[in-house]
C-alpha cells in the first residue's frame, strides 16, 4: 500500500510558478511510476504529466515546455515544476503512482491504483 500527500498548491499571478511535491510513504516509490492529473471545476480530471521507474517523461500537450516532472528516489517524492503559469492551469493537482514496467509513462487514470487526496492551484489573470 503508498500513501500520497500533494503540497505546495496555493494562489498565484498568470506568468508565476509553483512547485508541487508529492510524498509517499507506505512503502519505497522507486518501482512506481508517478503520474500528475489535475481537475478543474465541471471538467473531467485530465492527465498533466508522467514519469517513470527509469525517469521517462510524459507530458499533456498543454503543458509541455511549461511543466516539468522529476522525482527524488531517496527521498520518496516527485515534483511538478510550473512555470508561466495560465488561468486555465487552475484546478485541483493529484499525484498517482503505480507499479508498472521500467519505461512506462501511463496518462489514463485508470492505469493508477494509488490516489492523493489533490492539492488547489489558483490562478488569477
Known amino acids: 500500500q503508498v500513501q500520497l500527500v500533494e503540497s505546495g498548491g496555493g494562489l498565484v499571478q498568470a506568468g508565476g510558478s509553483l512547485r508541487l511535491s508529492c510524498a509517499a510513504s507506505?512503502?519505497?516509490?522507486?518501482?512506481?511510476?508517478v503520474g500528475w492529473f489535475r481537475q478543474a471545476p465541471g471538467k473531467e480530471r485530465e492527465f498533466v504529466a508522467s514519469?517513470?521507474?527509469?525517469?521517462?517523461?510524459n507530458y499533456s500537450d498543454l503543458v509541455k515546455g511549461r511543466f516539468t516532472i522529476s522525482r527524488d528516489n531517496a527521498k520518496n517524492m516527485v515534483y511538478l515544476q510550473m512555470n508561466s503559469l495560465k488561468p486555465e492551469d487552475t484546478a485541483v493537482y493529484f499525484c498517482a503512482a503505480v507499479q508498472t514496467s521500467l519505461t512506462a509513462t501511463p496518462a489514463r487514470r485508470d492505469q493508477y491504483n494509488y490516489w492523493g487526496q489533490g492539492t488547489q492551484v489558483t490562478v488569477s489573470s
Open positions: 514519469v517513470s521507474v527509469m525517469w521517462n517523461t
Open positions: 507506505g512503502r519505497t516509490f522507486s518501482p512506481y511510476a
